[in-house]
């Protein structure tokens, strides 16, 4: 069974993961009837015997089924292929040279930018404001072990430094730029597929904070801002050559 393009198996196991109790066959019936799903007793009952072969689910006498770790690992899996082709077919039907043009003109406004925040909330910062970037930095280690997505911890951390500056317009300059979605999972789709190191960066610019040290900071964020203007040529170059 090919699970992580099997929409029916993957709602049996997100179902049964959401239970506080085993779910039987019938109720299972229901539950995806209720997700536009239809299925038969006996359709379910060959799949939740596959499932359970498979090591994805357990059954508990006369009570149901219940997920595995195997099981809730598939469920992560799945998701993180799907998300993946997502992001795949949205480039590929927004790919032209245009949308590398406006990828790296919004890079190239956040690098001056942001070099200019990181100087002045080097000056600035508060320890409150340090403990604040390094819990942030924390989450986003732990989001990463785990495969999920760090996009609102990168959000935070970039906000928090331009919060930090104690500069008005840099921090609302930021803010506008930041929506002009260079910070999304897209783009933390494209970073990965690049191999891109991302927590080495933000450390270095959190030392540098750590160290209220203006130009380590400027050049820490500049050097953070090429990465990535390079992981964004890197990709187009790999994957769409024809865009020049």
Known sequence: MELFTDEKALSILEIVSNGSEPIGSWNLVELLEKRGISVSPATIGRMLNRLEKLGYLRKEKLKGRVITPQGMEAIRIAKELQRRKHY???????IDTETLEDFLMVLEARKVVESATARLAAQNITEGELSKLEEILNQQRMLHERSESVTDTDIAFHRAIAAASRNKVLENIYKIISLSGQQSELFEYIRSQVGAPYMTSHLQIFDALKKRDPEEAEMSM?????????????????YYPEAK
């Not at 795949?88 to 927004?94: A, G, H, K, T, V």
């Not at 090429?226 to 790999?238: A, G």
């Open 222 to 238: 500049i050097r953070h801002m090429d990465s990535l203007i390079e992981d964004v040529r890197s990709y187009w170059h790999i």
């Open 88 to 94: 795949q077919e949205e480039l590929d039907r927004l």
